[in-house]
């Protein structure tokens, strides 16, 4: 009895490890930057220097959907204002037909950049639905910053 116990423990502490190494690979590491709904633009004063990779995962806490589509996400790397460099990428995937869903982090390899020689002193970020015909609604949306 006392190790089936303790093996039904030492499961769910391993468990547990997983799922908070997972969220610590995909949560933000140098910020992220809290959408108020599409297409709206958002700027956040965050340096990187020269050279410094930037992946952006995609964070809702919770949304709606009919149609397939992608959340595109834009970014836009700034230094005094001006646009140093730009990414643009499809970050989140909303599957055909119609659905919901919570508390979802998704990652897309292609949403990297390298910050341009002389660095950068703030983000812009928009989020944006790429096939406009289909509507999606969200709650929390986020662009995390990962370095």
Do not use: W
């Not at 949560?27 to 959408?35: F, M």
């Not at 410094?52 to 992608?70: Q, T």
């Not at 119609?98 to 292609?110: F, I, L, P, R, Y």
């Amino acid at each position: 009895m006392r190790r089936a116990a303790n093996r039904g423990r030492t499961r769910a502490v391993v468990a547990a490890l997983g799922v908070g190494a997972l969220l610590s690979c995909l949560g933000p590491t140098a910020g992220q930057v809290d959408l108020p709904g599409l297409d709206v633009p958002v700027e956040k004063a965050i340096s990187f220097p020269a050279g410094k990779e930037l992946e952006f995962p995609v964070h809702a806490d919770s949304y709606e959907h009919s149609g397939g589509n992608h959340v595109r996400i834009e970014v836009t790397l700034l230094r005094g204002g001006a646009p140093v460099g730009a990414m643009a990428c499809d970050g989140f995937e909303l599957e055909g037909g119609a659905g919901c869903g919570s508390s979802a982090t998704h990652m897309n390899s292609g949403c990297s950049m390298t910050v341009p020689a002389g660095g950068s002193d703030a983000i812009r970020v928009v989020a944006r639905l790429a096939n406009r015909s289909n509507s999606a609604s969200f709650e929390g949306l986020s662009v995390y910053i990962r370095d």
